[in-house]
């Protein structure tokens, strides 16, 4: 069974730092180029971070640049999002994406984890 769990959200001041793992299971995950989308209330989903298969290529939304780093363990299965200097625009949902190069239809999504920047 294909499954994506988030996990490591929570309430913080801004200026905080939390980080979030996405663990994978019933799926090769390194295979699969990863992503991390959030979603705020009343807004689209938007992505935040990308990495490659192997973790060889990055890249970000300008809007948290410098502030989050998105990172994997392919022996752990595992997908990570570093977020520090945290403001309250970046409260939304965190949602984990995985995605196979050669394959648009292997397409997988976790249930999302809520990050919440407040003081």
């Known amino acids: 069974q294909v499954q994506l769990v988030e996990s490591g959200g929570d309430l913080v001041q801004p200026g905080g730092s939390l980080r979030l793992s996405c663990a994978a299971a019933?799926?090769?995950?390194?295979?699969?180029?990863m992503r991390w989308y959030r979603q705020a209330p009343g807004k689209e989903r938007e992505l935040v971070a990308f990495?490659?298969?192997?973790?060889?290529?990055?890249n970000y939304a300008d809007s948290v640049k410098g502030r989050f780093t998105i990172s994997r363990d392919n022996a752990k299965n595992t997908l990570y999002l570093q977020m520090n200097s945290l403001k309250p625009e970046d409260t939304a949902v965190y949602y984990c994406?995985?995605?196979?190069?050669?394959?648009?239809?292997?397409?997988?999504w976790g249930q999302g984890t809520q990050v919440t920047v407040s003081s």
């Open positions: 019933g799926f090769t995950a390194s295979r699969y180029a």
């Open positions: 994406n995985a995605n196979h190069p050669g394959n648009l239809l292997l397409n997988y």
């Open positions: 990495i490659s298969s192997t973790g060889g290529s990055t």
